[in-house]
């Protein structure tokens, strides 16, 4: 699983015109989800988010993790976290997995992190066309792979 972790004052996902979801300051994650993807990665991933610390202090140091300040959580699914880009100009996502392996993995992922947080996870909807609005707070963007755990 590939994670777009966003450190953010405030997220929003509109779909067809309609907000289905709205965080105020907190982590906004987009997941990509591929075949040889399993719930341990699923949840070794939400363990790593809930307790990253990438929120400041009171002495401006980045030390405090999303539950140490009351954060909250968007989780949107994002296949093009996979594309293969090395021929052509045209993106192959052909690593990316089907929704019927992707679906239960990222609803398993995202109740992985609601058992950690004591906010509701909001999420979009899976396959849909998003429209992502946030605002990043830094800006502070980091990348996991639970394939590659740097």
Do not use: C
Not at 99 to 124: D, K, M, N
């Amino acid at each position: 699983m590939r994670l777009v972790i966003q450190r953010v004052r405030h997220a929003s996902v509109v779909i067809d015109d309609v907000e289905k979801s709205h965080i105020g300051q907190g982590l906004m994650v987009l997941v990509g989800i591929e075949d040889a993807d399993s719930e341990d990665d699923a949840d070794w991933l939400a363990q790593k988010i809930t307790k990253l610390r990438i929120f400041d202090d009171a002495d401006g140091i980045m030390n405090l993790s999303v539950n140490d300040i009351d954060g909250e959580i968007l989780v949107v699914s994002q296949f093009t976290l996979f594309a293969m880009t090395a021929k052509g100009n045209r993106p192959s996502y052909i690593r990316a997995s089907r929704p019927e392996h992707a679906i239960p993995l990222y609803e398993h992922f995202v109740a992985a992190v609601q058992r950690l947080i004591p906010s509701e996870v909001q999420t979009g909807v899976f396959g849909a066309d998003m429209k992502v609005t946030l605002l990043n707070d830094g800006p502070v963007t980091i990348l996991m792979d639970s394939k590659n755990k740097e």
